[in-house]
């Protein structure tokens, strides 16, 4: 499957975003998702992940209450909505597909075959 992640931007402290996840030559539905971001200078960090089957999300406790992740099977998209951002969430986001099988790794970008290009978003103080 390929991906291809949108919806970053420049936005103030306290502001909201939503990116979204689309995906071409494959069923996004049927796929666990995961969600990283990397600001400069640092490793790729998990944001959230998306299991499937089911509808059961993980998100990390740097943003947890604030970003929530989700999915649109009919539109085979995935989304991730960034509420209260702050300036530390500046970053290039990914989003990120494995297939059908659950990893208990989830939070490592090693779990995940497939990238989008990702999208930045800067957060101002």
């Known amino acids: 499957v390929q991906l291809q992640a949108s919806g970053g931007g420049l936005v103030q402290a306290g502001g909201s975003l939503r990116l979204s996840c689309a995906a071409s030559?494959?069923?996004?539905?049927?796929?666990?998702m995961g969600w990283f971001r990397q600001a400069p200078g640092k490793e790729r960090e998990f944001v959230a992940a998306l299991r499937w089957p089911g509808s059961t999300t993980y998100i990390a406790d740097s943003v947890k209450g604030r970003f929530t992740a989700s999915r649109d099977n009919a539109k085979n998209t995935a989304s991730l909505q960034m509420n209260s951002l702050k300036p530390e969430d500046t970053a290039v986001y990914y989003c990120?597909?494995?297939?059908?099988?659950?990893?208990?790794?989830?939070?490592?970008?090693?779990?995940?075959?497939?990238w989008g290009q990702g999208t930045q978003v800067t957060v101002s103080s």
């Open positions: 990120a597909a494995r297939g059908p099988s659950f990893a208990v790794n989830y939070w490592t970008p090693s779990a995940y075959g497939s």
């Open positions: 030559g494959g069923i996004l539905s049927r796929n666990n």
